[in-house]
């Protein structure tokens, strides 16, 4: 036994290979000999351990940004129109993601419409929703909100960048709103170049009405000096009742829906984070000529704060501008609404009085959260686009009520 901490191991005494008798030489492991190699190979297995664990943590880091980069990628620039006019979309988009202005957004988006009417289903522009005299006439109204200032033209005729005319009433007049033949004649004057609204689709349109009794319309009943063009003896349409003719308004009076609503609203947000908005529509089909719809007024056809968000709408005009929906939207956003639940509030003052109506709300609050609410039409949606979405994307929303 070896004394002190000397732990011996011997050999044999005769290496049997070495016939001299030679001793072979002990190998000898002392206890430091042995921590030391313990503290070693620990040393070696807590790198192996540490490295494979800061590995991991650097994968599970790089997916967790990546996933971060997606969900905290900003909500605006941002546009959001209502109806998937897509063409649109990508128009006002285009101009968003290249630093463009909020303002610039909405003539673009609403130009697409105006001039070219069947990238929006007719629902826009010329060539559509003629009057009761055969003419398309066209609202727009357009909005910054970060000045507040607003321009737009109603029953404006033979001129076809609605919007773009209701933008240089804003840039060059302290007048907000114009009408009918004056609107026309600013356009005029100020550069736009005159032309007929009128298409043989429109005028196809007009004698197939004619030739049906001119109706539907939006008479409650109707005059003794428009009755000379119908056929008194169609008894499905009109009750004789004495020597006028009660027409009835469920009959004759179109419902407003998806297929002649004439109406994109539009709201953005800039880079820098300024709200603008717009609305375009070349109004009911068959409306009595000189009507104004809720397309050319602020706080209907389109309404945005600068501090809160924006909203656009849709539907029956006649009705929902009775209740500045839109301006009703952006106060319940800033009531603490999310842009859904303000458009449903909004909404839902309207139908207490008119439950029959239809109507479509879309909004976007200040954060470019967007929402959306419907009743009366049978399907409603709105296409929208921002950095996390990348693509134009189309929403389906149902009514609520």
């Not at 990628?73 to 290249?98: C, E, H, Q, V």
């Not at 559509?128 to 109204?141: C, K, Q």
Request: proline share 4%.
């Amino acid at each position: 036994m070896d004394s002190g901490n000397e732990a011996v191991i011997r050999g044999s005494e005769e290496d049997p290979l070495h016939s001299s008798g030679e001793r072979k030489p002990k190998f000898v492991i002392t206890t430091g000999t042995l921590i030391l190699g313990v503290i070693v190979a620990v040393l070696f297995a807590s790198i192996i351990i540490v490295t494979v664990g800061i590995t991991l943590l650097m994968i599970n880091s790089s997916d967790k940004q990546e996933r971060e980069e997606v969900t905290t990628k900003p909500l605006y620039p941002m546009i959001i129109n209502t109806w998937p006019f897509i063409d649109a979309t990508s128009a006002g988009w285009d101009i968003l993601r290249n630093n463009g202005s909020g303002l610039d957004a909405v003539e673009a988006a609403n130009n697409i419409c105006e001039e070219d009417p069947e990238a929006c289903g007719f629902s826009v522009g010329f060539g559509g929703s003629p009057d009761t005299n055969g003419e398309s006439t066209l609202d727009a109204m357009i909005m910054h909100a970060p000045t507040r200032q607003v321009g737009a033209v109603a029953s404006l005729r033979r001129v076809k960048k609605a919007t773009s005319v209701a933008r240089q009433v804003m840039e060059q007049t302290e007048q907000t709103l114009l009408v009918g033949e004056d609107a026309t004649s600013f356009a005029l004057y100020v550069g736009f170049l005159e032309e007929s609204l009128t298409t043989n689709r429109s005028r196809l349109m007009y004698q197939n009405w004619e030739a049906a009794g001119r109706v539907p319309n939006y008479w409650k009943e109707q005059p003794h000096n428009w009755n000379k063009t119908l056929n008194s003896n169609d008894d499905n349409i009109y009750n004789q009742q004495e020597e006028d003719y009660e027409v009835s308004e469920q009959k004759i009076r179109r419902r407003v829906n998806e297929n002649n609503h004439d109406t994109i609203g539009v709201v953005v947000i800039d880079e820098k984070g300024d709200i603008s908005c717009g609305c375009s529509t070349n109004g009911l089909t068959w409306k009595i000529p000189g009507r104004v719809g809720d397309g050319s007024l602020p706080g209907n056809g389109a309404y945005c704060d600068n501090e809160v968000g924006g909203a656009a709408q849709t539907g029956d005009g006649d009705v929902m501008m009775r209740f500045t929906l839109t301006r009703m939207t952006v106060w319940y956003m800033k009531m603490g609404r999310s842009p859904t639940e303000a458009a449903k509030e909004a909404i839902n003052e309207m139908v207490r009085f008119y439950p029959k109506v239809s109507a479509a709300i879309v909004a976007v609050n200040k954060k470019g959260e967007v929402g959306a609410a419907t009743v009366g039409f049978g399907e409603f949606q709105y296409s929208y686009v921002n950095p996390r979405v990348e693509n134009v994307t189309v929403v389906d929303v149902e009514p609520y009520l």
